[in-house]
């Protein structure tokens, strides 16, 4: 036996030839989408990361600018940027990848975003309209998730749901938006008292700590839909494969649905980024 997989690769794709056809309405009308994209530092992740948004971006039609930084950047040169790219029509989004290296002040740098143009949603403008139910833009991942739940029609209304990890890009916004969606919802963190008990008691449990197998089968309820966020390399004497939070192999014994790593939330993830691109640049349009 075993759960079903939920195919985020494969959703990711039928979306993004959806994509162009709104990229293409835009450029006809001369207003092809736009998205800059801000890396600081050498993170071999981030870059990976960056490069495959760059990708993408191409992929349906929207331009991309890729701005690089030495890890040494001063804070002054990068709020100077996105000034520039706030005032430029031909940019409708901008990305600062993080982590930024230590010396920023990284609330600082993403608070100078315009929020029209803040396609990652990490904006305290953005965030709170998260926060009151009214979202403008919401962070990709967890907007990835919630359409992995409505593409396998699993409605969260009433469900009790378990959100491991509280960060501002992927657990806290995922709380958010499972509660909007009407589910009953706890968010347990590295202070959480006998995380498995709550873990064990979710519908719809969601994994989004960055450490390898961190969920195994005994904390997944029977049945239970299980969303893995995480993206962790192994050391090189596992293999130095990619893996996410969740013991994939033993837990989609005990799930009804499970999302692998990779091929999971990850592609969702850019697809989201890219829809928010093009939103922005629809947005723009009507006003
Ligand atoms: N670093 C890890 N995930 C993300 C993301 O979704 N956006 C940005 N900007 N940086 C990240």
């Known amino acids: 036996m075993g759960g079903r997989l939920i195919d985020g690769k494969a959703l ?22 736009g ?5 600081a530092g050498e993170n071999p992740a981030s870059q990976v990361y960056v490069r495959n948004k760059v990708d993408a971006c191409e992929a349906v039609g929207i331009f991309s600018l890729k701005i690089d930084y030495p890890a040494n950047v001063p804070q002054e040169t ?4 996105i000034a520039d790219l706030n005032a430029d029509p031909a940019i409708h989004g901008i990305l600062v990848q993080l982590p930024l290296p230590d010396h920023i002040d990284e609330e600082a740098v ?15 403008v953005n965030v709170g309209a998260l926060a009151q139910g ?6 990709c991942t967890p907007y990835g998730v919630m359409k992995m739940l409505e593409a396998n029609r699993i409605d969260p209304a009433g469900k009790e749901a378990v959100v491991i990890g509280r960060s501002n890009i992927a657990g806290k916004p ?24 709550h873990a064990r008691r979710a519908d719809i449990l969601v994994a989004a700590v960055g450490r390898p197998r961190f969920v195994t089968a005994d904390m997944v309820k029977p049945g239970a839909v299980v969303i893995d966020v995480g993206i ?21 014994e005990v799930a009804s649905l499970i999302t692998p790593v990779p091929g999971g939330v ?3 993830t850019i697809t989201m980024l890219l829809a928010n691109t093009i939103e922005a640049a629809e947005r723009e349009l009507e006003t």
């Open 12 to 33: 990711a794709s039928s979306l993004r030839a959806a994509f162009k056809t709104r990229v293409a309405a835009l450029s006809a009308q001369g207003h092809r989408p």
């Open 134 to 139: 009214n979202p403008r833009f919401i962070p």
């Open 266 to 268: 990850g592609p969702m």
């Open 78 to 81: 990068l709020l100077a940027k």
């Open 35 to 39: 998205l800059a994209v801000i890396l």
């Open 110 to 124: 993403l608070e100078v975003i315009a929020p029209e143009k803040d396609v990652d949603g990490f904006h305290a």
């Open 174 to 197: 995922m709380a958010l938006l499972l509660l909007g969606a009407n589910a009953t919802v706890t968010v347990c963190h590295s202070k959480t008292r006998d995380l498995a008990a």
């Open 232 to 252: 962790n390399r192994l050391p090189a004497e596992e293999g130095g494969k990619l893996c996410g939070d969740v013991d994939f192999e033993a837990v989609k």
